[in-house]
């Protein structure tokens, strides 16, 4: 095969603005928060179907030591989304202190912030470092983030909130 005929299908894309590795084509223009006649500003909180961390449970990722789905009837509006928990007591406690308990980055994937984009995440792609929630689009993508976590934070927090924008 020649290499350079190889490469095409992804130099095209590049070229177009696109990225590889960390794009979602399921994500709806509701989710990536663009609507027709809006500006192209992202939502501070990533939200699908309204619900924060696709409906999941932040304060989980800390006390349960992973993702637990969230219900309705505990539920918390913060950021413009709603927040979605497992017990009242996990709620009560995001709502006292939401900061501790939210994800980097609005809960976009962090490899994407990283990369100066946003994506949407897996609940199931996830990492607490230095007591903060980090969440990625996939767990393949999340293998990529791990390769140099200290790096990949420094990055994103470069470019956050500034990937909102665009």
Not at 127 to 144: E, M, R, T
Request: hydrophobic share 35%; proline share 6%.
């Amino acid at each position: 095969m020649n290499f350079k005929f190889a490469l095409w299908p992804a130099v095209l894309l590049l070229g177009m603005g696109l990225t590889i590795g960390c794009t979602d084509p399921s994500t709806s223009s509701s989710e990536s928060g663009v609507e027709q006649g809006q500006a192209n500003t992202k939502p501070a909180i990533f939200a699908a179907d309204g619900a924060a961390i696709r409906g999941y449970d932040p304060v989980a990722y800390f006390t349960n030591g992973g993702p637990v789905k969230g219900k309705g009837e505990f539920s918390h509006e913060w950021q413009g989304a709603t927040w979605k928990f497992a017990s009242a007591e996990n709620r009560d406690s995001f709502a006292s202190n939401p900061e501790k308990y939210a994800p980097q980055y609005g809960g976009y994937c962090a490899w994407a912030v990283k990369k100066g984009t946003t994506a949407s995440i897996d609940p199931q792609a996830w990492k607490i470092v230095d007591g903060k929630l980090y969440l990625n689009y996939s767990l393949d993508v999340q293998k990529q983030w791990e390769g140099d976590i200290p790096g990949n934070i420094a990055e994103a927090d470069k470019n956050w909130p500034g990937v909102l924008e665009g």
